[in-house]
């Protein structure tokens, strides 16, 4: 459950302040959990909705970091195929809080974008914008790492 | 050498985090645990400690309230034995002159009073046992009922006083005629009854809780009462609605 939180955290203190929340939050509500879907599937759903709330929480204390920024760290020795979740874990948490829950929430939890801009309070369009912006900078991210081929072709 | 698919490219991303699990610091557990179990705990003895609280603060301002009460009650108990004491002096002067000597020893002031009056004042007279009088009957030497009698009226038990005004009130008539018939009817009641005013006061717990609970439930079967009459209490009744407990008090 950690690597959830730590896909929507921006470094691993966050994500285990977060994962602290979110259990418990679990052992608050279980009389909640109605048994349908598995309960990993539900832990799931509670840490990314206090992940989510946790981001609204911080949204105007946050101070939004510059893309660019991102592109000036250093990454150095990956090889072709190493790539793990490790390293892509890392290149999630570079992007800019925004572009980081849209992603996460879009491609991994399989939010529609509509669901996306109710949870955050964007709108659809800002949401897919997003994270066609977050796509990008985390394909330019990986290019940086991995030298040519990995996210720019397949293969 | 196709630019890679959005589709592929989050693929990418949700192949690898489906199963990705990290392991957590070791100390996490331990301070999700401290969260969640302290406020469980926390719930009952909250409760506990308000509650001891309030029965703690009603029951000092009580106290306090009371005390203030007690006092002028107290007198007033005293006061009523010294209203009898003439009545009984008159009656004890009336009867005969071979028991001067008792009230002289108690009252001696009081002596010289005229003993004309005496007989309509000793029918006035309502402290009065019969228990005493059946004795006095039966021994004829004055001293020896001066002894009788004192014991007698030690061996009384501390009965409440209201007790002992019905009881005497219901023979009166009894003592009217004894007296008319001018036995020689000796009332030490003035001891007994300054005792039963000394024991009156607040010896103990269940005292003052009878004290408080009479003031605030006029019922008969009150909330609680506690049995006084030795110098220990005992708890004996409580009517908390539905559910009652022990005998009534015996008032």
């Given at each position: 459950m950690l690597a959830v939180c730590m896909r929507y955290a921006k470094d691993r203190m966050e994500a285990e302040d977060i994962l602290q929340v979110g259990y418990i939050k679990v052992f608050q509500k279980i009389k909640d959990y109605r048994g349908d879907g598995s309960f990993e599937g539900w832990i799931r759903r509670v840490m990314v909705n206090t992940a989510i709330e946790s981001y609204r929480k911080n949204l105007r204390s946050l101070n939004v970091v510059e893309i660019d920024e991102a592109y000036e760290q250093p990454s150095t020795g990956f090889d072709f195929g190493t790539l793990g979740m490790q390293d892509l874990m890392k290149v999630i948490q570079k992007l800019a809080d925004g572009y980081r829950m849209v992603f996460n929430m879009y491609v991994i939890e399989g939010y529609s974008h509509k669901e996306i801009g109710e949870t955050l309070g964007i709108s659809e369009g800002a949401s897919k914008s997003q994270l066609s912006r977050a796509r990008a900078i985390l394909k330019e991210e990986i290019i940086k790492m991995e030298g040519f081929g990995y996210a720019t072709y397949t293969g | 050498m196709q630019p890679i698919q959005d589709k592929d490219f989050d693929q990418l991303f949700k192949n690898a985090f489906e199963d990705a699990e990290i392991t957590?610091?070791?100390?996490?557990?331990?301070?999700?645990?401290?969260?969640?179990?302290?406020?469980?705990?926390?719930?009952?003895?909250?409760?506990?400690?308000?509650?001891?609280?309030?029965?703690?603060?009603?029951?000092?301002?009580?106290?306090?309230?009371?005390?203030?009460?007690?006092?002028?009650?107290?007198?007033?108990?005293?006061?009523?034995?010294?209203?009898?004491?003439?009545?009984?002096?008159?009656?004890?002067?009336?009867?005969?002159?071979?028991?001067?000597?008792?009230?002289?020893?108690?009252?001696?002031?009081?002596?010289?009073?005229?003993?004309?009056?005496?007989?309509?004042?000793?029918?006035?007279?309502?402290?009065?046992?019969?228990?005493?009088?059946?004795?006095?009957?039966?021994?004829?030497?004055?001293?020896?009922?001066?002894?009788?009698?004192?014991?007698?009226?030690?061996?009384?038990?501390?009965?409440?006083?209201?007790?002992?005004?019905?009881?005497?009130?219901?023979?009166?008539?009894?003592?009217?005629?004894?007296?008319?018939?001018?036995?020689?009817?000796?009332?030490?009641?003035?001891?007994?009854?300054?005792?039963?005013?000394?024991?009156?006061?607040?010896?103990?717990?269940?005292?003052?809780?009878?004290?408080?609970?009479?003031?605030?439930?006029?019922?008969?079967?009150?909330?609680?009462?506690?049995?006084?009459?030795?110098?220990?209490?005992?708890?004996?009744?409580?009517?908390?609605?539905?559910?009652?407990?022990?005998?009534?008090?015996?008032?």
């Open positions: - | 957590p610091s070791r100390d996490l557990w331990s301070s999700i645990e401290s969260e969640i179990e302290p406020k469980k705990k926390r719930i009952i003895p909250v409760y506990w400690l308000s509650a001891a609280a309030v029965l703690l603060i009603t029951t000092v301002g009580f106290l306090v309230y009371q005390q203030q009460e007690v006092k002028p009650k107290q007198f007033a108990n005293n006061v009523e034995p010294k209203v009898v004491k003439p009545v009984n002096e008159a009656q004890t002067v009336q009867n005969s002159e071979e028991t001067i000597t008792v009230p002289a020893e108690k009252l001696g002031q009081a002596l010289p009073t005229t003993l004309k009056p005496a007989e309509g004042v000793a029918k006035i007279t309502v402290k009065e046992n019969i228990k005493t009088v059946e004795k006095q009957k039966i021994v004829t030497s004055p001293e020896m009922q001066k002894q009788e009698i004192v014991i007698a009226q030690v061996a009384q038990p501390k009965e409440d006083i209201k007790a002992k005004i019905e009881d005497a009130v219901s023979k009166v008539n009894q003592e009217t005629v004894l007296a008319s018939t001018s036995t020689v009817v000796k009332t030490d009641d003035v001891i007994g009854d300054d005792e039963q005013a000394e024991s009156k006061g607040i010896r103990n717990v269940g005292d003052v809780v009878n004290l408080i609970v009479n003031k605030v439930d006029k019922r008969k079967d009150k909330f609680i009462q506690f049995r006084t009459d030795d110098d220990d209490s005992s708890l004996s009744s409580i009517n908390i609605g539905p559910f009652k407990f022990g005998k009534k008090n015996k008032k």
